[in-house]
């Protein structure tokens, strides 16, 4: 049996997405989702609580996002987790810290302008950022996160 890493949120963009380029015009747009959800706590009282998740897409994907989505953006995500490990400069552990890698990502708002990348049909022209081009990405960085 294969093994199974698929994940899917729906949640709300914390901020304006942020298309980036790598130095060979890789396009990729880091994000943060906020997941909202309701339980019930010790005494059954219904209780609140938000978790945030960090996140990248890359190439038309990411496009789409800068072209389309804006903070509070309600979306779907699929993608997978991937996991970032590295040591601690100064004090030599080991750290790691999970990310979701985007897949798809449709726009589950009601606003005019909402709708999926999978009928993403014209590329439009990506609105502009001040880190395009991103200097501070390897052209070799298959992940720049």
């Not at 790598?22 to 339980?39: E, L, Q």
């Not at 004090?91 to 990310?99: A, D, R």
Request: proline fraction near 4%; charge should be neutral; include cysteine.
């Amino acid at each position: 049996m294969r093994d199974t890493n698929t994940v899917f949120l729906t949640g709300n963009l914390t901020a304006a997405p942020d298309l980036q380029w790598t130095h060979s015009g890789k396009s990729f747009c880091p994000f943060n989702i906020a997941v909202n959800r309701s339980y019930k706590d010790a005494s059954g009282e219904w209780q609140e609580d938000v978790d945030f998740f960090g996140c990248v897409v890359f190439g038309k994907t990411a496009e789409f996002m800068g072209q389309y989505l804006d903070k509070g953006s309600k979306v779907l995500i699929e993608g997978r987790l991937s996991q970032e490990k590295w040591e601690d400069k100064h004090t030599g552990k080991s750290k790691s810290k999970t990310k979701i890698i985007a897949d798809k990502i449709t726009s589950v708002g009601s606003r005019d302008r909402s709708q999926s990348n999978d009928a993403y049909k014209q590329r439009p022209e990506p609105k502009q950022t001040q880190n395009q081009p991103q200097g501070n990405i390897n052209e070799n960085d298959d992940v720049p996160f």
